[in-house]
């Protein structure tokens, strides 16, 4: 009997929680990381990718990149990549490690509220291993979920000890944990409100409930009111920031939705939810808005049971407050996410379950055994009932999670699960296109376009892919339709202008090109780009100054000094062509192009040796290069070498017998 108390001792329990959750969603281990959003979160972004700096601390609290101000959030991906670099394995389980962290601070945060251990056990295996909570988990760009669920939750356990014993230090730490999980993520800003809930039941400081905690008893609910002044603040500029940073980066989307209709998507969405909860099947990374109106029908239905469950839960609230308090839980903290304010393109996102969840958990929890108690079912059959549900949502989470093993298996999923899915056919085209299967992802992409033919990135990847393929006319077309969507699509005017180009349209070109730089002026590529077209066409000191631009924003850019060099030299400006030619080289210095350069404008400019040195360190980076052999016997036979110069022959008949040829006719003295 001692063996079996010490079992279900809280610290046991929370042991074994912390153990399933991780060997359950430790496979996230050798997942991939995903061309949808962790490129702008992790792979693509430059300031994570330098790991903790202080450059990159000021950043994070004042950059608003994707359409967010989560400061913390971005720290905690630049520390991953301080310790693990990009290998993705060690950025998935840091989230694993959150949210078992998460699911034992849940327990603790429930029994000490409530004192009851196997139901606060059973609401946090729920939280644990749901198929629900899978995106959270296994998707890289949401550490926001679990790290502000962290902070969240650490708060909520700081707001039971402030109730046990009021006072301003407990309190100071329930606000600044709150602050630290709105710096994660803002769907925090309903916090507030959660802990009046949570006032009534289980802490009873509203009075008519018993407490479950010690403490000072109940409270008038005005003073409770005042008590959430400050965190009330904290959500209102929290909300604030979050509008601006959404707005900045476009992410309110502009689907022709009035509020009627959202509001008629957020009724679906409470009951889409409810049903995932209790059937969590066909879950998809994306769920796209019905391509027609939502029939009246389906809305008055939605309404109607969303009515009945509100009722239902109020007129028990004495009797059974977990119930009030679980709904109010579930739809309160869905309210930044339901689709009032439309942020993104999706109708509803599992993400967005992540702590809402929970209410719908405590009230199958607490509601559950009190009714099959009073039908007096055995309370073994109720723990066997429950322990086959942790059982089969088990399985159902372990296949979820290998839907998101990489990015193809997790789009090709999403379109097996759902219909009409536009965004779907854009990412898995664009994933396909970047693989070099440019006739599937055009395929995909067109699918795509034509359920959203207004989708201006489709248009986008479809002219990037013809392109690819060689279709330089439907290239063209396509790229301009994305610009008639979009008129300041940067990227879609690069792809343009060279597309131009390959038509030898270079006036048209050069348009798209400046167009680029006007819109991207801090864009060194665009600026490369712009000067190889001048190049190209002649106009060297506007390719000067474009390739001067360039290297001013980027002066690593080995490319960029490469071709600075050329219209240097194509100038006549033969010091300032050596230089750049010099700094490509150095960058570039297992780049034969670069020290050939070098070694003709030292040659142009009579510095033979320098231009053999230069030569020479071409031939060593790559032995195979014809051309730099060439110019090598060339010099050395011009420098009296007679030896290298036929040494460079010798190379040449096996790279280049005509070549050599040339060569050994240049080099041999006359009869």
């Known amino acids: 009997m001692k063996t079996m108390g010490h079992f279900r001792s809280p610290l046991t329990i929370a042991l074994l929680l912390a153990l399933a959750t991780l060997l359950v969603f430790a496979r996230v281990g050798g997942h991939e990381f995903l061309y949808y959003d962790d490129n702008l979160y992790v792979t693509e972004n430059p300031m994570v990718q330098d790991g903790l700096s202080w450059n990159g601390l000021a950043w994070s609290f004042t950059a608003m990149s994707a359409a967010n101000w989560h400061p913390l959030t971005w720290l905690s991906h630049m520390l991953d990549v301080q310790l693990f670099g990009l290998h993705p394995g060690g950025h998935h389980l840091v989230n694993v490690l959150f949210h078992a962290a998460n699911t034992v601070l849940l327990f603790l945060v429930l029994l000490r509220m409530t004192g009851a251990k196997r139901r606060s056990a059973f609401v946090a295996a729920l939280f644990a291993l749901h198929p629900l909570h899978v995106e959270s988990v296994a998707w890289v760009a949401e550490r926001k979920d679990v790290l502000s669920g962290f902070f969240g939750l650490l708060a909520l356990l700081a707001y039971v000890r402030y109730a046990e014993r009021p006072g301003i230090r407990r309190y100071a730490w329930v606000v600044f944990l709150f602050a630290l999980g709105l710096l994660c993520k803002p769907m925090m800003v309903t916090l507030p409100f959660l802990l009046l809930l949570l006032d009534y039941w289980p802490l009873g400081r509203m009075g008519g409930v018993l407490a479950s905690v010690p403490g000072p008893g109940p409270a008038p609910v005005p003073r409770l009111l005042v008590e959430k002044v400050p965190l009330l603040l904290l959500s209102a500029a929290s909300s604030v920031v979050t509008v601006v940073a959404q707005r900045r980066g476009e992410a309110m989307a502009d689907l022709s939705l009035g509020f009627g209709a959202r509001l008629s998507n957020a009724a679906i969405a409470y009951v889409r939810y409810l049903g995932k909860t209790f059937w969590p099947g066909s879950l998809s990374v994306f769920y796209p808005y019905p391509g027609s109106a939502i029939p009246v029908w389906q809305v008055a239905g939605a309404c109607l049971l969303l009515l009945l469950i509100t009722l239902f839960v109020l007129l028990r609230i004495r009797r059974s407050p977990w119930l009030a308090v679980g709904w109010f839980w579930f739809a309160g903290t869905l309210v930044p996410v339901i689709g009032l304010v439309q942020v993104g393109a999706q109708s509803i996102?599992?993400?967005?379950?992540?702590?809402?969840?929970?209410?719908?958990?405590?009230?199958?929890?607490?509601?559950?055994?009190?009714?099959?108690?009073?039908?007096?079912?055995?309370?073994?059959?109720?723990?066997?009932a429950s322990l086959l549900v942790i059982i089969v949502l088990t399985g159902l989470t372990w296949r979820q999670i290998g839907y998101w093993k990489d990015h193809e298996t997790l789009f090709r999923h999403a379109l097996s699960v759902t219909t009409d899915n536009c965004m779907a056919h854009v990412s898995l085209g664009d994933l396909l296109g970047r693989k070099g299967n440019a006739d599937e992802a055009i395929f995909h992409t067109r699918e795509a376009l034509r359920l959203c033919p207004k989708d201006e990135t489709a248009w986008y990847n479809l002219g990037v892919w013809e392109r690819e393929r060689g279709d330089l006319s439907n290239a063209a077309g396509a790229l301009e339709e994305a610009l008639r969507l979009k008129p300041g699509y940067a990227n879609a005017w690069s792809n343009l202008g060279a597309v131009y180009q390959a038509q030898g349209r270079m006036p048209e070109a050069a348009d798209a090109l400046l167009e680029v730089v006007r819109l991207a002026p801090d864009d060194a590529a665009a600026w490369f780009n712009l000067g190889s077209l001048y190049g190209k066409t002649g106009q060297l000191t506007e390719a000067i100054e474009a390739c001067r631009e360039a290297v001013r924003l980027k002066p690593d850019y080995a490319a960029a000094w490469n071709n600075l060099g050329i219209a240097y030299q194509g100038s006549g400006r033969i010091p300032e062509a050596t230089a750049a030619f010099r700094q490509a080289a150095q960058l570039r210095s297992d780049d034969p192009v670069a020290w050939y350069n070098l070694g003709m404008v030292y040659a142009r400019a009579g510095e033979l040796p320098e231009a053999v040195e230069a030569l020479n360190e071409a031939v060593r980076v790559r032995p195979g290069h014809a051309a730099s052999w060439y110019r090598l016997g060339l010099l050395n036979a011009e420098l009296g070498r007679q030896r290298e110069a036929l040494d460079a022959v010798q190379q040449l008949r096996t790279l280049d017998p005509g070549l050599a040829g040339d060569l050994l006719n240049q080099i041999s003295p006359s009869p």
């Open 349 to 384: 996102a599992d993400r967005y379950t992540y702590i809402p969840l929970t209410g719908i958990f405590i009230m199958v929890a607490w509601e559950v055994p009190e009714r099959l108690g009073r039908w007096r079912i055995r309370t073994q059959a109720v723990r066997a």
